[in-house]
C-alpha cells in the first residue's frame, strides 16, 4: 500500500525563481519526487503548483478547493511568496465571478492544512516583496498566521532562492519522521539540518578574515568582508552544499554574500557591497595570538 500525501503549492507575492529552485532539484530530480514513492510507501500527489500544472483558469481553481475541501487536515500547503495584505493587491483566481486574494487563498488553505511550509525569504520573513516602502503591506506567512489566529505547525526555507536540497530535504524529512521537534528549528522556525551555522564558519575565505587580509576590489585575494560579505551574520550550508549541481557558489566565485537565509534580507543587508557595521565578530588575529602565546 502505498499513502499518498497531498501538497497544494501556492504562490503568493513571489517572483517564481523559488519555484524554480525547487524544480532545479538533482537528487532525487523532481521526476522522481512526483511520479515515483520519495520514500518507501509514500507518494507525493501535488493537487495544485500554478508554474508547472497543465490545467489553467477554473478548472486550475477547483483543484485548489477541492482540496482544500476533501482532504482537510489532510495536506501539506507550500506558501511561495509573502502575503499581500492591503486591499487590491495581489489575486488568486476568482470565486462567483469575483476575484479572491491571495490573502483570503493563503488563509483558507492553511486553516484545512495540516501543516505548513514556507518556502523561500519572501514567505519565511517577507523578504523582497515586503521591503520599503512596502505598498501591498506584504507580510512573512509566519505574522500572517499569527495575525488570523490560525495555529498549524510550520517550517520556513528561505532563501533567496532556497538551495533546492534544503526544500527538498525538508519535506523528505517530514514525511520520514513527521513535523519536526521544536528543538531541530532555530528561533526563525529554519531546518538546523541546513541553517545551524553561520557562512563565517565554513567559510574557505576563513583564514584571510583571521590574517586580517581583505580584498579591496572583486577578483581579490582576501576576505570580502570589506566588500559586504553578509556571511559573519547569515545562517545556511552554501559553503559545503555548492549549487548547481554542486559547481560552486557565490563567495567561490568571488562574489560576498549578500544574507539572503535571513530575516534581515534586503532591508538591512543592502547595500549588499557596503560593510557591515555594528556587528559583532570574531577579533580579527585573535587565533593567530593565541598560537603565538601557547608556543
Known sequence: MVKELPVVFLQA????????????????????????????????????HPVIMA???????????????????????????????????????????????????????????????????CASFGGIAAAKPNPSGSVSVRQFLENKGIDKPLINVPGCPPHPDWFIGTVSDVVLHGMPAAEALDEFLRPKLFYGKLIHENCPRRAYFDEGKFAKKPGEEGCLYELGCKGPITYADCPTRHWNSGTNWVIGAGAPCNGCTQPEFPDSTSPFYQKLVDVELPQIGAYWAAGKEAK
Open 13 to 48: 507575492a513571489a517572483c517564481s525563481g523559488c519555484a524554480v529552485s525547487m524544480l532545479n532539484t538533482l537528487s532525487p530530480t523532481i521526476k522522481d519526487v512526483l511520479i515515483d514513492q520519495l520514500v518507501p510507501g509514500v507518494h507525493i500527489n501535488l493537487r495544485f
Open 55 to 121: 490545467a489553467s483558469g477554473e478548472i486550475a481553481i477547483k483543484a485548489l478547493e477541492d482540496t482544500a475541501r476533501e482532504k482537510k487536515d489532510g495536506y501539506v500547503l507550500v506558501v511561495d511568496g509573502a502575503v499581500p495584505i492591503n486591499e487590491g493587491y495581489g489575486m488568486l483566481g476568482e470565486r462567483n465571478g469575483k476575484p479572491v486574494s491571495m490573502a483570503q487563498r493563503v488563509a483558507e488553505l492553511a486553516q484545512s492544512a495540516m501543516a505548513i511550509i514556507a518556502i523561500g525569504t
